[in-house]
């Protein structure tokens, strides 16, 4: 499994932007699914955006337009812009990898349902809040 270390959170004020960034380290992020995930208080994770080995990307609708993923492989990092940001984007923001499974011709990108339970390496999470 992949260590993963997310930064870049904070408080911001609504319509502003950051930028969330999470560094791999163990193995490098092009062999794996990754993904990046947020959690309100009471509620279980969601996904916001996730990268395939070849690059194709799925967002969230809540991202779309505002939120945009790219991957740097020779920094082993992987980086989430978002902006105009909106009290209801609040939340717990966590980077999560998984090494494509044997059974698998690709990797997940479905983000709703069972999504969270494919991933086995998380990052500690990193804290955004926007005020109104």
């Known amino acids: 499994q992949m260590q993963l270390v997310e930064s870049g959170g904070g408080s911001v004020q609504t319509g502003a932007s950051l930028s969330l960034s999470c560094v791999a380290s163990?193995?490098?992020?092009?062999?794996?699914?990754m993904a990046w995930f947020r959690q309100f208080p009471g509620e279980a994770r969601e996904g916001v955006v996730a990268?395939?080995?070849?690059?194709?990307?799925n967002y969230a609708e809540f991202a779309k337009g505002r939120f945009i993923l790219s991957q740097d492989g020779t920094k082993n990092t992987l980086n989430l812009q978002m902006s105009n940001l909106q009290p209801n984007d609040t939340a717990k923001y966590y980077c999560?990898?998984?090494?494509?499974?044997?059974?698998?011709?690709?990797?997940?990108?479905?983000?709703?349902?069972?999504?969270?339970?494919?991933?086995?390496?998380w990052g500690q999470g990193i804290q955004v809040n926007v005020s109104s």
């Open positions: 163990g193995d490098s992020i092009t062999k794996y699914c």
């Open positions: 999560a990898a998984v090494l494509p499974r044997s059974t698998w011709t690709a990797c997940p990108l479905y983000l709703k349902g069972g999504f969270y339970y494919e991933f086995n390496s």
């Open positions: 990268i395939d080995r070849d690059g194709r990307t």
